[in-house]
């Protein structure tokens, strides 16, 4: 896959979102990580629970659990 050159602007707003979490503690970025984890979860079983209404929680648990489990990047 081609990479793609940021342009300015995304240049600036990586290096200015990487200043933020640099001057954050160790337990502040914890709990950032923590709260995207949790936000990635609820969108995922949103998502399997629109496609899939019929599902009971219990498959759409299996189904976020399995996307994450086996999610493949590149």
Known sequence: ??????????????AH???IFRAMTPQQR???????????????????????PDWSEAQICRAVADRILYARTG
């Not at 896959?1 to 990586?14: D, G």
């Not at 923590?34 to 399997?48: I, K, Q, S, V, Y």
């Open 1 to 14: 896959m081609a990479a793609t050159a940021l342009s300015e602007h995304e240049r600036a707003a990586h």
């Open 17 to 19: 979102q990487a200043a």
């Open 30 to 52: 914890i709990g950032c990580a923590l709260r995207m984890n949790a936000t990635m979860r609820r969108l995922l079983a949103l998502g399997f629970q629109s496609r899939h």
